[in-house]
């Protein structure tokens, strides 16, 4: 299930690439919301029955964040908004979830931490889908958005990392 949503995203952020009109945005909110079914139905069946591994681990982890950079790719070809922005974005959205990963290694649980995780990016990428997909006019604040979401991204890094670092001390 998690590769094949992997290719399923990268697939849907190629298209919508090569030809960004702004309808198929529309795409974006209806694949995100069952990416996240699947992927909740994926890691629940492995628990269920036994089947989580370390390989299921790198696999959820890496796929998420090759997922996640595909589908937000297309937002950078969109009329106003700034491809650099965008580019910044999908870095700082891997090392977010970098950041939050890394808690187990220095003896914390994984991070979770906001404002702006992946659910909150979803929620984000989702409504610019399908405010994209209905023809708003997102020309003018996409920019400010993208700079709100980096913003918001830098302050999750650092509560991921900073937590992180606390629990891990008080785990010892």
Known sequence: MTLTACVVSVALGAWLVVDPRPGLFLLIPAWL????AFNAIDGMLAREFGQASPLG??????TDVVSDSAL????AFLPGS????VGALIALAIVSEMAGALGPMVGAPRRYDGPMGKSD???????LGLLAGAGAPLAGALDWIW???????????????????AAAAHQR
């Open 147 to 165: 700079a709100a979401m980096l913003a918001l991204l830098a302050v999750t890094i650092v509560n991921r990392v900073r937590n992180g670092v």
């Open 57 to 62: 681990a790198y696999l959820n982890e890496l």
């Open 33 to 36: 919301a069952l990416r996240m």
């Open 72 to 75: 937000y790719l297309p937002f």
């Open 82 to 85: 700034n491809p650099w922005l």
């Open 121 to 127: 990016r979803a929620f984000v990428f989702g409504l």
